[in-house]
């Protein structure tokens, strides 16, 4: 007996009205990116494993897919290695390449190599896959889509703002209520100095970013795992209760680097006037990958109008100053936001948020009641078809009970039925499959119909 076929885990198949709903998310999101200026690019599904590794901090190396080396990918391994399961020492030499874990790491190496392709400041959006070995769960895949937005080649805080403004239109253009988080790693650097741990830095904002998932006690467990005591974790609590930016400033009194990261944010709020009413300072926020450097950002569902729901974050991004020097290319920052399509889909289709004909995949379908009409339907499809009118004709002019129940089935919203009557009259009869209505056109008024209403 043949096994059962299955997806590897973390992984979907898609339906084509999921499929149709998924891409009415992706052309929303590029139809705005492309209003602000954005190219878009792309880049390899695998990357070398030497470009992926290092920049995502020691949780993300982890769960970084691997591709074995062609061919007798054991053949150069040691075998003292092999033999002491000593992994890590076994996987450079097994594997060379591994599946993008982002869109931002690979985009800073697009960067450096094409340098002398592009125009600074570059402005692009990609809309790729991504994969990450991570314990598949509600909202979180191994296999997904980023809708990324980068610029890189200018300090300006501008792109900041700009970004914030990208997100905004975005999810009001897909009906979502959302708030917007906006921290800088700077302050961040600050709770780390305020509190004695400045050496232990990525090792607090590690523990920070789980704070949503573990809360304080964990958070404060997790410090303590990672040789800050108890009082500096609880001092560094303390403080992420601070109130506003302006309680925070007293707070950083001589941090110079904390201080810094305070008017930054300050400069992004005034770009924006209040102009983005979702925009909400959020000290605790901490991003934990490792390449961010100055303001960082996260998108949540506002469930005020929706109790009881809840889901992870649905985007986010940062400033990162040194993400291409690790690639020989020095002094070009860039900035930049994602969007998580997978957790969108999930949360537009469990609050009920897709347009009502967001499924609709053709304007009418042809039906026939004997060949001879089949075939004359078939040349009146063709016609449609030639000045863009999305149709379609059931295969055979069989029993109209089982052609009216496809069109049922396929949600089309309207249905020609065409027999030797409508044939030698040069009519169809138009049926509204929302309303019921029924009414007997021209051939050329049922054109001018789908092309004019």
Request: charged content about 25%; proline content about 4%.
């Amino acid at each position: 007996m043949s096994a059962k076929p299955s997806v590897p885990k973390g992984t979907r198949d898609f339906l084509p009205n999921q499929v149709i709903k998924r891409k009415y998310i992706f052309q929303t999101i590029e139809s705005v990116f492309k209003t602000y200026g954005y190219l878009p690019i792309e880049t390899p599904t695998m990357e070398n494993l030497s470009t992926l590794t290092g920049k995502y901090g020691e949780e993300g190396d982890r769960l970084l897919f691997k591709v074995l080396n062609n061919g007798d990918f054991l053949a150069d391994v040691n075998t003292e290695n092999l033999a002491n399961k000593e992994s890590n020492k076994v996987i450079p030499q097994i594997s060379k390449r591994g599946l993008r874990y982002d869109l931002t790491v690979p985009f800073a190496r697009f960067v450096v190599m094409n340098q002398n392709e592009i125009s600074l400041p570059f402005k692009r959006y990609q809309i790729q896959q991504v994969w990450r070995a991570d314990r598949p769960q509600r909202g979180r895949y191994q296999e997904f889509y980023q809708c990324d937005v980068d610029v890189v080649g200018s300090d300006s805080l501008m792109y900041e703002a700009e970004l914030v403004q990208i997100y905004a239109e975005v999810f009001k253009k897909l009906g979502m209520k959302v708030k917007i988080l906006i921290n800088n790693r700077k302050i961040l650097f600050g709770l780390a100095e305020a509190a004695g741990i400045a050496d232990k830095f990525m090792e607090m904002t590690i523990a920070i970013d789980k704070l949503d998932k573990i809360g304080k006690d964990g958070v404060i467990k997790e410090m303590e795992a990672r040789n800050i005591s108890a009082n500096q974790a609880e001092k560094v609590l303390s403080l992420l209760e601070t109130p506003s930016l302006e309680k925070l400033k007293q707070a950083f009194t001589g941090l110079e680097e904390g201080t810094k990261g305070i008017e930054e944010i300050e400069v992004v709020f005034r770009y924006l006037n209040e102009s983005v009413p979702e925009l909400a300072f959020d000290i605790s926020l901490a991003r934990g990958l490792n390449y961010y450097t100055g303001c960082i950002f996260e998108v949540k569902v506002d469930t005020s109008d929706y109790p009881g729901f809840s889901m992870g974050s649905i985007g986010g991004g940062g400033r990162y100053d040194n993400l291409t020097g690790v690639f020989g290319l020095n002094g070009v920052s860039g900035v930049g936001v994602s969007f998580g399509a997978e957790r969108i889909y999930d949360v537009m289709e469990e609050l009920n948020l897709f347009p009502a004909d967001v499924q609709k995949d053709i304007e009418v379908l042809f039906v026939a009641l004997d060949e001879e009409s089949h075939r004359y339907s078939f040349t009146q499809v063709s016609a449609l078809r030639q000045v863009g009118i999305a149709c379609d004709l059931y295969p055979e002019p069989t029993k109209m009970k089982k052609q009216m129940s496809y069109a049922n089935a396929r949600n089309v919203p309207f249905v020609a039925i065409i027999g030797e009557t409508e044939r030698q009259e040069g009519k169809v009869s138009l049926k509204n499959m929302v309303t019921g209505e029924q009414k007997d056109v021209s051939v050329t008024e049922l054109r001018h119909h789908f092309t004019n209403q």
